[in-house]
């Protein structure tokens, strides 16, 4: 038993695909900005449950949840910094958080 591990980068430099939003990062660098987010989809898909680390400022971590949410799967949530409306709407929600013990949060 265990659990299974699926690597998943974003392909953050595939500007031709269908769809793509394609920006210019600081350095000059052509980017798919949703190329995240249909990662994040992915993930959600083959995903029993999630994880999910969050600064409380991270749009990537803050995305993959909602999307589990969607597709009514747990997720537990290690949040590093959450405001208490934050805390008690994804509470609400069946979200479950853990706190690092010196967190000071909610």
């Given at each position: 038993a265990g659990l299974k591990v699926h690597d998943k980068p974003a392909d953050w430099d595939n500007i031709k695909a269908p769809e793509a939003v394609v920006k210019t990062r600081y350095d000059g660098k052509k980017y798919n900005a949703l190329a995240g987010h249909w990662r994040n989809e992915e993930m959600a898909q083959i995903a029993d449950a999630?994880?999910?680390l969050w600064d409380?400022?991270?749009?990537?971590?803050?995305?993959?949840?909602?999307r589990m949410l969607a597709l009514e799967k747990p997720v537990y949530l290690?949040?590093?910094r959450?405001?208490?409306?934050?805390?008690?709407?994804?509470?609400?929600?069946g979200v479950k958080i853990i706190f690092p013990?010196?967190?000071g949060n909610a």
């Open positions: 999630a994880l999910i409380g400022k991270s749009t990537g971590s803050l995305d993959m949840l909602h290690y949040a590093l959450i405001g208490v409306d934050a805390y008690n709407a994804f509470e609400e929600k013990e010196s967190s």
